[in-house]
């Protein structure tokens, strides 16, 4: 039986960003979300938390998403946890440059707010179909 999809942790250092993310995710798609503004503070709470899948932008000051991302597949607590990589940087030569660090997958900002939880959802479920 397939892993239900209950709880996003969503890691965004611009807060309307992730205040729409949150919105969304849970008005629409009914999800407890976790929301951080930054890397440490994203792996600090998948400590806490154990999310089911993971939301991180790319482009952030400090720990940027690919470092955080290589931060969660070091741990062996957190390194199992699905990525999914939020950027406008969506080239197809980008995206593969995400897939091959491990993310398993890509959603191009601007998003939009009302097929963000259906866009994560299909994710969810290609990983765990």
Known sequence: MTK???HILCIDDEDDILT???L???TVGGFSVTACSNGEEGIQKAMENKPDIIMIDVMMPGLDGPAT???FKNNPDLSSIPIIF???RVQEAEIQEYLDMGASDVVAKPFDPMELSGTVLNIWEKING
């Open 4 to 6: 239900t999809l209950k």
């Open 86 to 88: 939020m950027t406008a």
């Open 24 to 26: 969304s995710l849970e």
């Open 69 to 71: 991302l290589q931060k």
């Open 20 to 22: 729409v993310a949150q």
